[in-house]
């Protein structure tokens, strides 16, 4: 399975942003697709995911209410919607793929596929 994640850039504060993975190699509705932020300096950390079942969808509480996720099975493409950048949001964003239980859907190491990273810079 490989990810291949896009759609970063350098925009100013309150501007949107979408991100696209594109899986390949197995159909995505076989897997919870979750975003995953790194900025310089900090640890990892959970943005949101989409789970597999049922499609219902998580947030971290910073983002809550700004971002979306969403998948298009037909395309094979998890989609991450940000709305009313900050700079705070600035990072390098991931998107993986996985099937984790109901309890690890914010673990980072739950999820076995990873993309390459894409790099979102907000500026204030």
Do not use: H
């Amino acid at each position: 399975v490989q990810l291949q994640a896009s759609g970063g850039g350098l925009v100013q504060a309150g501007d949107s942003l979408r991100l696209s993975c594109v899986v390949s190699g197995r159909t995505l509705s076989d897997y919870a697709t979750a975003w995953f932020r790194q900025a310089p300096g900090k640890e990892r950390e959970f943005v949101a995911v989409g789970r597999r079942i049922g499609g219902r969808t998580y947030y971290a509480d910073s983002v809550k209410g700004r971002f979306t996720v969403s998948r298009d099975v037909a395309k094979n493409t998890a989609y991450l919607q940000m709305n009313s950048l900050k700079p705070e949001d600035t990072a390098v964003y991931y998107c993986a793929a996985g099937q984790p239980i109901l309890s690890s859907l914010r673990d980072y190491e739950a999820y076995g596929y990873w993309g390459q990273g894409t790099l979102v810079t907000v500026s204030s």
